[in-house]
């Protein structure tokens, strides 16, 4: 893909991202507990709730790749204010996490799901929250067709960016952050359209740089520390921890 945009040619990019498969997930659940190795004193096992996001691409009208975004309503209880991709906690009834991702979207930012054509699933992520989170990328042919009702009482904005800007040292700072003898980066990406300035960070930041990579076949211009957490193994744990707590891993 070096010195062509993928976007130039939508029906390659996707028959390759069709392709694609994702690393095996951290973050599946505990298998059963049996009898030889039970903890009756331990309780119910903890089991990770569940979510999906649609990572949505459409061709920009300089042919290149751009992803749809939203920005929270100020008055959600949690990440209020900030800038997140479509989607949300899995539910009874969802048939997969493609079906999560399309279903939320549908009510947050009124996107039909005929008009998207999903390609894949990506790696999963674990939200602060001790979410797992499915990043599920969608292809959106007909940018036109596509007319936002935005559900107000989530989302106080829709807009779009260029999905390469999460590949770029542009636009971009970090910070450090240690954790149980564990260093994280923590990267903010800013966009300005007009007279509006978004940023874009922690966990929709992290995302989009793996999203990103994958699309463009190739790594970040800057250098990316990522840690996977170890899930607490009983439901007690989970009541008193924070992500903060988590042990980490490499």
């Known amino acids: 893909m070096a010195g062509r945009d993928p976007g130039a040619d939508m029906e390659a990019l996707i028959r390759r991202l069709r392709l694609h498969r994702p690393a095996p997930s951290p973050y599946d659940s505990s298998p059963a507990v049996t009898p030889d190795t039970a903890n009756d004193d331990a309780g119910e096992l903890f089991r990770p709730r569940r979510a999906a996001v649609l990572v949505c691409l459409f061709r920009g009208s300089a042919g290149e790749l751009r992803v749809i975004l939203t920005k929270r309503s100020s008055s959600l209880s949690t990440h209020s204010g900030e800038v997140a991709l479509p989607g949300g906690k899995t539910e009874e009834g969802d048939a997969d996490d493609a079906a999560t991702a399309l279903r939320e979207s549908k009510e947050e930012i009124g996107l039909d799901s005929a008009l998207v054509t999903v390609v894949a699933s990506l ?63 923590v990267h903010y990406f ?61």
Do not use: C
């Open 123 to 185: 790696d999963h992520f674990l939200s602060k929250h001790l979410l797992v989170v499915v990043p599920v990328v969608g292809v959106l042919s007909d940018i036109q067709a596509f007319k936002p009702v935005l559900n107000v009482s989530e989302v106080e904005e829709i807009f779009d960016v260029p999905l390469e800007m999460f590949l770029k040292d542009e636009n971009r700072t970090s910070e450090e952050r240690e954790k149980l003898e564990q260093t994280f980066t």
């Open 190 to 250: 800013t966009y300005e359209k007009g007279n509006q300035k978004y940023m874009i960070w922690g966990l929709t930041a992290r995302i989009l740089i793996h999203a990103a990579s994958v699309v463009y076949e190739r790594p970040p211009d800057f250098p990316e520390r990522r840690v996977q957490f170890n899930l607490p193994k009983y439901q007690k744990e989970y009541s008193s921890m924070a992500l903060g707590s988590l042990p980490a891993r490499h």
